[in-house]
Nanobody, 115 residues
Framework: QVRLVESGGGLVQAGGSLRVSCAASGFLSGIEFMGWYRQAPGKQRELVASISSGGVTNYADSVKGRFTISRDNTKNMLYLQMNSLKPEDTAVYYC?????????WGQGTQVTVSS
C-alpha cells in the first residue's frame, strides 16, 4: 500500500506563486509514475504534470512554462512549483502514484487564485 499526503495549498493572488508537496509513504518500490492532477468545481479531474521513474516530465499545455514538477527520492517527496498563477488554476490538486495496475491517490489540497 502507498499513502500520499498533499500539503501547501492555499489562497494566492493572480500572478503569485505556490508550491504544493506530496509526501509518500508505505511500500514505494516499483513506483513507475507520479503526477499532479487537479479538479475544479463542475469539471473533470485533469492531469497537470507527471514525472516518470526515469525523470521524464510531462505537462498540460495550460501550465507549460509556469509549473514545474520535481521529486526528491531521498525524502519520498513530490513537488509542484506553480508560478504566474491564474484564477483558472483554482482547483483541488491531487497527487497520484502508479505501480503496475495499481493507482494511489492523496486526499487533495485546495489551491485558490484570486483575481
Amino acid at each position: 500500500q502507498v499513502r500520499l499526503v498533499e500539503s501547501g495549498g492555499g489562497l494566492v493572488q493572480a500572478g503569485g506563486s505556490l508550491r504544493v508537496s506530496c509526501a509518500a509513504s508505505g511500500f514505494l518500490s516499483g513506483i513507475e509514475f507520479m503526477g499532479w492532477y487537479r479538479q475544479a468545481p463542475g469539471k473533470q479531474r485533469e492531469l497537470v504534470a507527471s514525472i516518470s521513474s526515469g525523470g521524464v516530465t510531462n505537462y498540460a499545455d495550460s501550465v507549460k512554462g509556469r509549473f514545474t514538477i520535481s521529486r526528491d527520492n531521498t525524502k519520498n517527496m513530490l513537488y509542484l512549483q506553480m508560478n504566474s498563477l491564474k484564477p483558472e488554476d483554482t482547483a483541488v490538486y491531487y497527487c497520484k502514484a502508479v505501480r503496475g495496475r495499481y493507482e494511489f491517490w492523496g486526499q487533495g489540497t485546495q489551491v485558490t487564485v484570486s483575481s
